[in-house]
Protein backbone atom coordinates (compact mmCIF):
# COMPACT_ATOMS: atom_id res chain seq x y z
CA UNK A 1 0.00 0.00 0.00
CA UNK A 2 1.45 3.31 -0.99
CA UNK A 3 0.85 6.14 0.63
CA UNK A 4 -0.89 9.33 -0.45
CA UNK A 5 2.07 11.18 1.09
CA UNK A 6 5.30 9.26 -1.07
CA UNK A 7 3.03 10.23 -4.27
CA UNK A 8 2.88 14.33 -2.92
CA UNK A 9 6.81 13.87 -2.21
CA UNK A 10 7.14 12.94 -5.73
CA UNK A 11 5.37 15.81 -6.94
CA UNK A 12 7.24 17.73 -5.25
CA UNK A 13 10.37 16.66 -6.43
CA UNK A 14 9.66 16.84 -9.83
CA UNK A 15 7.75 20.48 -9.67
CA UNK A 16 10.98 21.71 -8.49
CA UNK A 17 12.95 20.79 -10.90
CA UNK A 18 13.74 22.56 -14.18
CA UNK A 19 15.36 19.12 -15.22
CA UNK A 20 13.02 17.11 -17.66
CA UNK A 21 15.81 14.28 -16.78
CA UNK A 22 14.93 14.84 -13.25
CA UNK A 23 11.32 14.97 -13.51
CA UNK A 24 11.83 11.46 -15.26
CA UNK A 25 14.33 9.89 -12.72
CA UNK A 26 11.82 10.52 -10.21
CA UNK A 27 8.41 9.68 -11.85
CA UNK A 28 10.32 6.68 -13.08
CA UNK A 29 11.60 6.04 -9.01
CA UNK A 30 7.78 5.75 -7.77
CA UNK A 31 6.59 3.97 -10.19
CA UNK A 32 9.07 1.24 -9.88
CA UNK A 33 7.83 1.37 -5.85
CA UNK A 34 4.08 1.15 -6.68
CA UNK A 35 1.93 -1.89 -6.40
CA UNK A 36 0.53 -3.82 -9.67
CA UNK A 37 -2.98 -2.49 -8.61
CA UNK A 38 -1.79 1.24 -7.89
CA UNK A 39 0.54 1.84 -11.01
CA UNK A 40 -2.68 3.17 -12.85
CA UNK A 41 -3.87 5.58 -10.66
CA UNK A 42 -0.47 6.91 -9.69
CA UNK A 43 0.07 7.71 -13.29
CA UNK A 44 -3.25 9.05 -13.38
CA UNK A 45 -2.44 11.21 -10.19
CA UNK A 46 1.09 12.27 -11.78
CA UNK A 47 -0.27 13.01 -14.80
CA UNK A 48 -2.80 15.64 -12.75
CA UNK A 49 -5.63 13.83 -13.97
CA UNK A 50 -8.25 11.43 -11.96
CA UNK A 51 -9.77 8.39 -13.42
CA UNK A 52 -13.41 9.41 -12.71
CA UNK A 53 -12.63 12.33 -14.93
CA UNK A 54 -15.64 14.97 -13.86
CA UNK A 55 -16.83 14.69 -10.53
CA UNK A 56 -19.64 17.03 -10.16
CA UNK A 57 -17.91 19.24 -7.70
CA UNK A 58 -16.78 23.00 -8.84
CA UNK A 59 -14.00 25.22 -7.85
CA UNK A 60 -15.50 26.94 -5.04
CA UNK A 61 -16.18 23.60 -3.21
CA UNK A 62 -13.13 22.40 -3.95
CA UNK A 63 -12.07 25.93 -2.54
CA UNK A 64 -13.95 25.04 0.62
CA UNK A 65 -12.87 21.52 1.33
CA UNK A 66 -9.63 22.78 1.60
CA UNK A 67 -9.87 25.26 3.96
CA UNK A 68 -10.77 22.14 6.58
CA UNK A 69 -8.57 21.44 9.12
CA UNK A 70 -5.91 19.13 8.48
CA UNK A 71 -5.10 15.81 9.65
CA UNK A 72 -1.54 15.69 11.51
CA UNK A 73 -0.89 12.57 10.22
CA UNK A 74 -0.12 10.58 6.90
CA UNK A 75 -2.18 7.63 7.04
CA UNK A 76 -4.28 8.00 3.82
CA UNK A 77 -2.96 5.62 0.55
CA UNK A 78 -3.30 6.42 -3.25
CA UNK A 79 -6.26 3.82 -3.06
CA UNK A 80 -8.09 5.46 -0.81
CA UNK A 81 -8.42 8.62 -2.16
CA UNK A 82 -9.45 7.04 -5.19
CA UNK A 83 -12.45 4.88 -4.03
CA UNK A 84 -13.64 8.07 -2.00
CA UNK A 85 -13.54 10.27 -5.26
CA UNK A 86 -15.12 7.50 -6.69
CA UNK A 87 -17.90 6.86 -4.32
CA UNK A 88 -18.13 11.52 -4.53
CA UNK A 89 -18.55 10.99 -8.49
CA UNK A 90 -21.53 8.76 -7.88
CA UNK A 91 -23.24 10.67 -5.49
CA UNK A 92 -26.74 11.44 -7.54
CA UNK A 93 -30.23 12.63 -6.85
CA UNK A 94 -31.63 15.34 -3.97
CA UNK A 95 -29.63 17.08 -1.91
CA UNK A 96 -26.69 15.64 -3.98
CA UNK A 97 -24.45 18.84 -4.22
CA UNK A 98 -24.37 19.05 -0.63
CA UNK A 99 -23.83 15.32 0.39
CA UNK A 100 -20.73 16.02 -2.15
CA UNK A 101 -19.79 18.90 -0.29
CA UNK A 102 -19.84 16.89 2.82
CA UNK A 103 -17.76 14.02 0.80
CA UNK A 104 -15.05 16.17 -0.08
CA UNK A 105 -14.81 17.85 3.22
CA UNK A 106 -14.39 14.27 4.52
CA UNK A 107 -11.62 13.54 2.33
CA UNK A 108 -9.31 16.73 2.92
CA UNK A 109 -9.86 16.12 6.69
CA UNK A 110 -8.27 12.83 6.18
CA UNK A 111 -4.91 15.15 4.33
CA UNK A 112 -2.30 16.67 5.88
CA UNK A 113 -1.25 20.14 4.70
CA UNK A 114 0.86 19.06 1.63
CA UNK A 115 -1.60 16.26 1.14
CA UNK A 116 -4.46 19.01 0.76
CA UNK A 117 -2.44 21.45 -1.24
CA UNK A 118 -1.74 18.34 -3.69
CA UNK A 119 -5.88 17.16 -3.43
CA UNK A 120 -6.73 20.79 -4.42
CA UNK A 121 -4.17 21.20 -7.22
CA UNK A 122 -5.28 17.87 -8.77
CA UNK A 123 -8.64 18.74 -8.59
CA UNK A 124 -8.72 22.23 -9.85
CA UNK A 125 -6.80 21.51 -12.90
CA UNK A 126 -3.61 22.98 -11.25
CA UNK A 127 -1.31 20.20 -11.71
CA UNK A 128 -1.57 21.20 -15.47
CA UNK A 129 -3.86 18.14 -16.59
CA UNK A 130 -2.11 16.21 -18.67
CA UNK A 131 0.97 18.67 -18.72
CA UNK A 132 3.58 15.61 -17.66
CA UNK A 133 2.32 13.40 -20.35
CA UNK A 134 5.45 13.41 -22.52
CA UNK A 135 7.10 13.11 -19.55
CA UNK A 136 5.18 10.09 -18.01
CA UNK A 137 6.24 8.14 -21.45
CA UNK A 138 9.73 8.99 -20.69
CA UNK A 139 9.07 7.78 -17.37
CA UNK A 140 6.95 4.88 -18.52
CA UNK A 141 9.80 3.79 -20.29
CA UNK A 142 12.56 4.21 -17.60
CA UNK A 143 10.91 2.40 -14.97
CA UNK A 144 9.62 -0.44 -17.19
CA UNK A 145 13.45 -0.52 -19.25
CA UNK A 146 12.17 -0.51 -22.40
CA UNK A 147 12.59 0.83 -25.67
CA UNK A 148 11.21 4.90 -25.34
CA UNK A 149 9.52 4.28 -28.96
CA UNK A 150 7.83 1.31 -27.99
CA UNK A 151 5.86 3.32 -24.78
CA UNK A 152 4.92 6.40 -26.86
CA UNK A 153 3.46 4.48 -29.76
CA UNK A 154 1.59 2.22 -27.62
CA UNK A 155 0.79 5.98 -25.62
CA UNK A 156 -0.96 7.09 -29.14
CA UNK A 157 -3.57 4.71 -28.82
CA UNK A 158 -4.68 4.29 -25.57
CA UNK A 159 -6.72 6.18 -24.14
CA UNK A 160 -5.28 5.75 -20.44
CA UNK A 161 -1.45 6.54 -19.79
CA UNK A 162 -2.12 4.70 -16.92
CA UNK A 163 -3.03 1.01 -18.77
CA UNK A 164 -0.22 1.70 -20.77
CA UNK A 165 2.02 2.14 -17.54
CA UNK A 166 0.46 -1.16 -15.78
CA UNK A 167 1.04 -2.59 -19.50
CA UNK A 168 5.02 -2.32 -19.78
CA UNK A 169 6.21 -2.28 -16.02
CA UNK A 170 3.86 -5.70 -15.41
CA UNK A 171 4.10 -7.94 -19.01
CA UNK A 172 7.17 -6.11 -20.33
CA UNK A 173 7.09 -4.75 -24.33
CA UNK A 174 5.33 -7.71 -26.01
CA UNK A 175 1.83 -6.77 -23.95
CA UNK A 176 2.30 -3.67 -25.27
CA UNK A 177 1.53 -4.58 -28.78
CA UNK A 178 -2.06 -4.61 -27.89
CA UNK A 179 -2.48 -1.12 -28.38
CA UNK A 180 -3.02 -0.39 -31.74
CA UNK A 181 -5.50 1.72 -33.86
CA UNK A 182 -9.17 0.21 -33.57
CA UNK A 183 -12.16 1.33 -35.56
CA UNK A 184 -14.06 3.89 -33.87
CA UNK A 185 -11.98 4.84 -31.12
CA UNK A 186 -10.54 8.04 -32.34
CA UNK A 187 -6.86 9.17 -31.71
CA UNK A 188 -5.42 12.33 -31.51
CA UNK A 189 -4.24 13.64 -35.33
CA UNK A 190 -0.33 14.14 -36.16
CA UNK A 191 0.34 17.42 -35.91
CA UNK A 192 3.03 19.72 -37.63
CA UNK A 193 6.20 22.56 -36.44
CA UNK A 194 6.66 24.94 -38.80
CA UNK A 195 8.68 26.23 -41.55
CA UNK A 196 9.51 29.36 -42.95
CA UNK A 197 8.89 29.32 -46.32
CA UNK A 198 8.98 25.58 -48.99
CA UNK A 199 12.74 26.43 -49.38
CA UNK A 200 13.59 25.85 -45.36
CA UNK A 201 11.34 23.44 -45.49
CA UNK A 202 13.02 21.42 -48.26
CA UNK A 203 16.03 22.17 -46.64
CA UNK A 204 14.59 20.20 -43.21
CA UNK A 205 13.16 16.99 -45.22
CA UNK A 206 16.29 16.70 -47.38
CA UNK A 207 15.44 15.50 -50.44
CA UNK A 208 11.52 14.84 -52.01
CA UNK A 209 8.52 16.27 -50.09
CA UNK A 210 5.14 15.78 -50.52
CA UNK A 211 3.83 19.26 -50.86
CA UNK A 212 -0.45 19.51 -49.76
CA UNK A 213 -2.48 22.62 -49.80
CA UNK A 214 -2.89 23.45 -46.42
CA UNK A 215 -7.24 23.98 -46.04
CA UNK A 216 -8.79 26.47 -43.04
CA UNK A 217 -11.07 24.02 -42.69
CA UNK A 218 -12.06 21.11 -39.86
CA UNK A 219 -10.12 18.13 -39.04
CA UNK A 220 -11.75 15.50 -39.59
CA UNK A 221 -11.34 11.47 -38.57
CA UNK A 222 -13.40 9.58 -40.47
CA UNK A 223 -13.90 5.26 -39.19
CA UNK A 224 -16.07 3.15 -41.44
CA UNK A 225 -17.07 -0.55 -41.19
CA UNK A 226 -19.44 -1.68 -43.62
CA UNK A 227 -22.32 0.73 -43.99
CA UNK A 228 -21.60 1.75 -40.20
CA UNK A 229 -19.64 5.59 -40.23
CA UNK A 230 -19.01 8.06 -37.54
CA UNK A 231 -17.04 11.14 -37.83
CA UNK A 232 -14.69 12.43 -35.26
CA UNK A 233 -13.57 15.59 -34.35
CA UNK A 234 -9.89 17.08 -33.50
CA UNK A 235 -11.11 16.78 -30.21
CA UNK A 236 -12.02 13.21 -30.42
CA UNK A 237 -16.40 14.34 -30.59
CA UNK A 238 -17.97 12.44 -32.52
CA UNK A 239 -20.21 14.91 -34.34
CA UNK A 240 -21.48 12.44 -37.49
CA UNK A 241 -25.06 13.92 -36.72
CA UNK A 242 -24.14 17.13 -37.56
CA UNK A 243 -22.96 16.54 -41.17
CA UNK A 244 -24.77 13.54 -42.56
CA UNK A 245 -23.48 14.24 -46.26
CA UNK A 246 -19.90 13.10 -45.40
CA UNK A 247 -21.65 10.24 -43.51
CA UNK A 248 -23.06 9.39 -46.69
CA UNK A 249 -20.06 10.38 -48.99
CA UNK A 250 -18.04 7.25 -47.39
CA UNK A 251 -20.71 4.61 -47.31
CA UNK A 252 -19.90 5.09 -51.08
CA UNK A 253 -16.46 4.04 -50.82
CA UNK A 254 -15.30 0.56 -52.08
CA UNK A 255 -13.53 -0.48 -49.03
CA UNK A 256 -14.97 -2.12 -46.51
CA UNK A 257 -12.99 -0.43 -43.40
CA UNK A 258 -11.42 2.44 -43.72
CA UNK A 259 -9.49 5.66 -41.09
CA UNK A 260 -8.89 8.01 -42.87
CA UNK A 261 -7.61 11.73 -41.95
CA UNK A 262 -8.51 14.81 -43.67
CA UNK A 263 -10.27 18.22 -43.68
CA UNK A 264 -14.33 19.41 -43.56
CA UNK A 265 -14.69 22.33 -45.19
CA UNK A 266 -18.06 24.92 -46.72
CA UNK A 267 -17.69 26.90 -49.89
CA UNK A 268 -18.86 29.97 -51.06
CA UNK A 269 -21.08 30.29 -54.22
CA UNK A 270 -17.70 31.57 -56.11
CA UNK A 271 -15.84 28.40 -54.56
CA UNK A 272 -13.69 30.03 -52.43
CA UNK A 273 -13.16 28.72 -48.80
CA UNK A 274 -15.65 30.27 -46.21
CA UNK A 275 -13.43 31.23 -42.87
CA UNK A 276 -12.88 28.70 -40.02
CA UNK A 277 -15.23 30.27 -37.79
CA UNK A 278 -17.79 29.48 -40.80
CA UNK A 279 -17.37 26.01 -41.37
CA UNK A 280 -17.60 25.34 -37.61
CA UNK A 281 -21.08 26.72 -37.36
CA UNK A 282 -21.88 23.09 -38.79
CA UNK A 283 -19.93 21.27 -36.44
CA UNK A 284 -21.88 22.76 -33.47
CA UNK A 285 -25.34 21.68 -34.77
CA UNK A 286 -27.95 19.62 -33.09
CA UNK A 287 -31.43 20.80 -34.73
CA UNK A 288 -32.55 21.87 -37.96
CA UNK A 289 -29.45 19.86 -39.57
CA UNK A 290 -31.20 19.51 -43.10
CA UNK A 291 -31.72 23.25 -42.86
CA UNK A 292 -28.26 23.86 -42.54
CA UNK A 293 -26.96 21.49 -44.96
CA UNK A 294 -28.89 22.99 -47.66
CA UNK A 295 -28.09 26.56 -47.08
CA UNK A 296 -23.99 25.53 -45.89
CA UNK A 297 -22.99 22.74 -47.42
CA UNK A 298 -20.12 21.21 -46.22
CA UNK A 299 -17.18 19.36 -48.58
CA UNK A 300 -14.63 16.68 -47.23
CA UNK A 301 -11.05 16.32 -48.81
CA UNK A 302 -8.41 13.87 -47.30
CA UNK A 303 -5.07 13.18 -46.93
CA UNK A 304 -4.21 10.35 -45.14
CA UNK A 305 -5.13 6.82 -44.56
CA UNK A 306 -4.40 4.95 -41.23
CA UNK A 307 -6.08 1.54 -41.48
CA UNK A 308 -7.62 -0.82 -44.45
CA UNK A 309 -9.40 -3.85 -43.69
CA UNK A 310 -8.10 -6.13 -41.02
CA UNK A 311 -4.81 -4.11 -40.65
CA UNK A 312 -3.51 -0.72 -39.10
CA UNK A 313 -1.15 1.10 -41.39
CA UNK A 314 -0.50 4.02 -39.41
CA UNK A 315 3.03 2.55 -38.98
CA UNK A 316 4.32 2.45 -42.28
CA UNK A 317 5.49 5.26 -44.35
CA UNK A 318 4.11 8.72 -45.94
CA UNK A 319 4.12 7.18 -49.74
CA UNK A 320 2.60 3.83 -48.04
CA UNK A 321 -0.24 5.25 -46.92
CA UNK A 322 -0.37 7.77 -49.96
CA UNK A 323 -1.01 4.82 -51.82
CA UNK A 324 -3.59 3.26 -49.93
CA UNK A 325 -5.64 6.35 -50.02
CA UNK A 326 -5.57 6.47 -53.94
CA UNK A 327 -6.84 3.00 -54.18
CA UNK A 328 -9.36 3.48 -51.37
CA UNK A 329 -10.86 6.74 -52.59
CA UNK A 330 -11.04 9.23 -55.99
CA UNK A 331 -8.49 11.98 -56.35
CA UNK A 332 -11.33 14.63 -56.59
CA UNK A 333 -11.51 13.66 -52.78
CA UNK A 334 -7.89 14.24 -52.13
CA UNK A 335 -6.54 17.13 -50.91
CA UNK A 336 -4.00 18.83 -53.99
CA UNK A 337 -0.37 17.24 -53.51
CA UNK A 338 2.61 17.63 -55.42
CA UNK A 339 5.95 15.72 -54.54
CA UNK A 340 9.10 17.40 -55.30
CA UNK A 341 12.64 18.47 -54.69
CA UNK A 342 12.31 21.46 -56.46
CA UNK A 343 12.29 24.77 -54.70
CA UNK A 344 10.22 26.79 -57.48
CA UNK A 345 7.75 23.97 -58.27
CA UNK A 346 7.41 23.77 -54.49
CA UNK A 347 6.77 27.68 -54.49
CA UNK A 348 4.92 27.80 -57.54
CA UNK A 349 2.51 25.05 -55.53
CA UNK A 350 2.37 26.87 -52.16
CA UNK A 351 1.32 30.33 -54.54
CA UNK A 352 -1.77 28.18 -56.06
CA UNK A 353 -2.77 27.33 -52.26
CA UNK A 354 -2.92 31.07 -51.43
CA UNK A 355 -4.68 31.94 -54.77
CA UNK A 356 -7.59 29.30 -53.47
CA UNK A 357 -7.86 30.97 -50.79
CA UNK A 358 -6.25 28.22 -48.43
CA UNK A 359 -3.81 29.28 -45.62
CA UNK A 360 -0.61 27.62 -47.04
CA UNK A 361 0.78 23.93 -47.44
CA UNK A 362 1.84 21.38 -45.60
CA UNK A 363 5.35 19.48 -46.79
CA UNK A 364 6.18 16.11 -45.19
CA UNK A 365 8.41 13.64 -45.34
CA UNK A 366 8.15 10.53 -47.49
CA UNK A 367 9.14 7.85 -45.34
CA UNK A 368 8.04 8.77 -41.97
CA UNK A 369 5.36 6.60 -40.02
CA UNK A 370 1.62 8.81 -38.71
CA UNK A 371 2.39 9.77 -35.37
CA UNK A 372 -0.87 10.27 -33.27
CA UNK A 373 -0.84 13.04 -31.06
CA UNK A 374 2.92 13.88 -31.76
CA UNK A 375 4.36 17.35 -33.46
CA UNK A 376 7.01 15.74 -35.57
CA UNK A 377 9.81 17.05 -37.53
CA UNK A 378 8.63 14.83 -40.59
CA UNK A 379 5.07 17.44 -41.19
CA UNK A 380 5.96 20.92 -41.67
CA UNK A 381 3.31 23.83 -41.81
CA UNK A 382 4.35 26.85 -43.82
CA UNK A 383 1.79 29.65 -43.70
CA UNK A 384 0.88 33.18 -45.06
CA UNK A 385 1.06 34.99 -41.82
CA UNK A 386 3.07 33.34 -38.35
CA UNK A 387 0.05 31.90 -36.40
CA UNK A 388 0.60 30.22 -32.88
CA UNK A 389 -2.11 27.99 -31.10
CA UNK A 390 -1.70 29.17 -27.66
CA UNK A 391 -3.02 28.73 -24.24
CA UNK A 392 -4.70 31.51 -22.20
CA UNK A 393 -3.01 31.81 -18.95
CA UNK A 394 -4.81 34.89 -17.65
CA UNK A 395 -6.58 37.97 -18.63
CA UNK A 396 -6.99 41.49 -17.25
CA UNK A 397 -9.90 43.61 -16.78
CA UNK A 398 -10.50 45.73 -19.18
CA UNK A 399 -11.23 49.68 -19.20
CA UNK A 400 -13.41 52.18 -21.21
CA UNK A 401 -15.68 50.28 -23.54
CA UNK A 402 -14.46 47.33 -21.94
CA UNK A 403 -15.15 48.17 -18.14
CA UNK A 404 -16.32 44.81 -16.52
CA UNK A 405 -14.97 42.31 -19.51
CA UNK A 406 -11.91 40.27 -19.08
CA UNK A 407 -9.92 41.49 -22.26
CA UNK A 408 -6.00 41.36 -22.26
CA UNK A 409 -4.94 38.08 -22.34
CA UNK A 410 -2.09 36.29 -21.04
CA UNK A 411 -0.79 33.92 -23.60
CA UNK A 412 0.77 31.21 -22.85
CA UNK A 413 3.06 27.68 -24.35
CA UNK A 414 3.95 24.20 -22.66
CA UNK A 415 7.73 24.04 -22.34
CA UNK A 416 8.42 20.32 -22.89
CA UNK A 417 11.39 19.93 -20.88
CA UNK A 418 9.73 21.47 -17.77
CA UNK A 419 5.91 20.73 -18.14
CA UNK A 420 4.96 23.84 -17.14
CA UNK A 421 3.57 26.84 -19.30
CA UNK A 422 5.72 30.22 -20.34
CA UNK A 423 4.13 33.10 -20.83
CA UNK A 424 4.79 34.89 -24.34
CA UNK A 425 3.17 37.85 -23.95
CA UNK A 426 -0.06 39.85 -23.85
CA UNK A 427 -3.18 40.78 -26.27
CA UNK A 428 -6.40 42.35 -26.56
CA UNK A 429 -6.21 42.85 -30.24
CA UNK A 430 -9.17 41.47 -32.52
CA UNK A 431 -11.17 40.85 -30.01
CA UNK A 432 -15.29 41.82 -30.71
CA UNK A 433 -18.04 42.64 -28.21
CA UNK A 434 -19.17 39.50 -28.35
CA UNK A 435 -15.91 37.72 -27.93
CA UNK A 436 -15.32 39.50 -24.72
CA UNK A 437 -18.97 38.80 -23.53
CA UNK A 438 -18.02 35.03 -24.30
CA UNK A 439 -14.43 35.41 -22.87
CA UNK A 440 -15.18 36.54 -19.55
CA UNK A 441 -18.03 34.28 -18.53
CA UNK A 442 -15.48 31.41 -19.60
CA UNK A 443 -12.71 32.86 -17.80
CA UNK A 444 -14.55 33.04 -14.60
CA UNK A 445 -16.10 29.49 -15.14
CA UNK A 446 -12.62 28.66 -14.97
CA UNK A 447 -10.74 31.11 -12.48
CA UNK A 448 -8.29 29.70 -10.33
CA UNK A 449 -7.20 32.96 -8.22
CA UNK A 450 -7.64 36.47 -9.12
CA UNK A 451 -5.05 39.76 -8.12
CA UNK A 452 -6.07 43.42 -8.43
CA UNK A 453 -4.98 43.15 -12.42
CA UNK A 454 -5.99 39.88 -13.62
CA UNK A 455 -8.10 36.87 -13.41
CA UNK A 456 -5.61 33.63 -13.26
CA UNK A 457 -7.31 30.09 -15.36
CA UNK A 458 -7.11 26.70 -15.93
CA UNK A 459 -5.11 26.42 -18.83
CA UNK A 460 -8.22 25.08 -20.73
CA UNK A 461 -8.63 27.62 -23.26
CA UNK A 462 -6.64 27.56 -27.08
CA UNK A 463 -6.63 30.76 -29.24
CA UNK A 464 -5.25 31.54 -32.54
CA UNK A 465 -2.45 34.31 -32.25
CA UNK A 466 -1.36 36.30 -35.12
CA UNK A 467 2.10 37.84 -35.26
CA UNK A 468 4.43 39.96 -36.91
CA UNK A 469 7.53 37.80 -35.61
CA UNK A 470 8.98 37.35 -31.96
CA UNK A 471 11.80 39.44 -30.03
CA UNK A 472 14.11 38.50 -27.64
CA UNK A 473 12.75 39.74 -23.92
CA UNK A 474 14.38 39.41 -20.32
CA UNK A 475 10.51 39.98 -19.73
CA UNK A 476 9.74 36.26 -19.96
CA UNK A 477 11.15 33.09 -18.50
CA UNK A 478 11.20 31.89 -21.93
CA UNK A 479 13.58 34.49 -23.48
CA UNK A 480 10.75 35.74 -25.88
CA UNK A 481 7.67 37.41 -26.56
CA UNK A 482 5.55 38.22 -29.49
CA UNK A 483 5.37 41.49 -31.35
CA UNK A 484 2.20 42.69 -32.63
CA UNK A 485 0.39 39.72 -31.68
CA UNK A 486 -3.75 39.72 -32.68
CA UNK A 487 -6.37 37.26 -31.72
CA UNK A 488 -7.44 35.15 -35.02
CA UNK A 489 -10.17 33.03 -33.22
CA UNK A 490 -10.59 30.55 -30.83
CA UNK A 491 -10.01 27.02 -31.41
CA UNK A 492 -12.53 25.40 -29.52
CA UNK A 493 -11.57 22.19 -32.19
CA UNK A 494 -7.99 22.01 -30.39
CA UNK A 495 -7.21 20.46 -26.79
CA UNK A 496 -4.79 22.20 -24.83
CA UNK A 497 -2.41 19.09 -25.62
CA UNK A 498 -2.31 20.01 -29.14
CA UNK A 499 -1.36 23.46 -28.84
CA UNK A 500 2.04 24.79 -29.51
CA UNK A 501 4.92 24.27 -27.23
CA UNK A 502 7.80 26.26 -26.87
CA UNK A 503 9.70 23.88 -29.13
CA UNK A 504 7.40 25.37 -31.75
CA UNK A 505 8.00 28.88 -30.67
CA UNK A 506 11.58 28.62 -30.60
CA UNK A 507 11.48 27.19 -34.03
CA UNK A 508 10.36 30.17 -35.47
CA UNK A 509 12.63 32.40 -33.72
CA UNK A 510 15.64 30.65 -35.13
CA UNK A 511 14.04 30.58 -38.38
CA UNK A 512 13.89 34.43 -37.53
CA UNK A 513 17.49 35.06 -36.86
CA UNK A 514 18.48 32.51 -40.01
CA UNK A 515 16.31 35.02 -42.33
CA UNK A 516 17.95 38.30 -40.66
CA UNK A 517 21.88 37.26 -41.54
CA UNK A 518 20.88 36.23 -45.23
Known amino acids: MTLLAELVQASQRVGASNSRKTKVRELSSLLRTLASEEIDLGVHF ?9 IGVGYSSVRAAAATPPANTETMSIAEVDRRLTELAAIRGAGSAA ?3 AALKELFALATVSEQEFLLRLLIGELRQGALAGIMVDAIAAAAELPIAEVRRAAMYSKSLGAVANAALREGVAALAVFQLELFSPVSPMLAQTAADVAEALQQIHGEAAFEWKMDGA ?7 ADEVRIYTRGLNDISAAIPEIVELARTFAEHTLVLDGEAIAFDSSGRPHPFQVTMKRFGRKLNVEAARSTLPIQAFFFD ?7 SIA ?3 TQERFAALAKALPASLMIPRLITSSEPAARAFYDAAIAAGHEGVMAKTLDAPYEAGSRGASWLKIKRVHTLDLVVLAAEWGNGRRTGKLSNLHLGALDPATGEYVMLGKTFKGLTDALLAWQTEQFLLREIRRDDMAVYVRPELVVEIAFSDLQ ?4 YPGGLALRLARVKRYRDDKRVE ?4 MDSVRKIYSAQLGAAKD
Request: aromatic share 0%; with cysteine; charged share 35%.
Open 305 to 311: CLRVGDE
Open 99 to 101: RRA
Open 219 to 225: RIQVHKL
Open 46 to 54: LSGEIPQGK
Open 472 to 475: ASIR
Open 498 to 501: NADD
Open 315 to 317: SRS
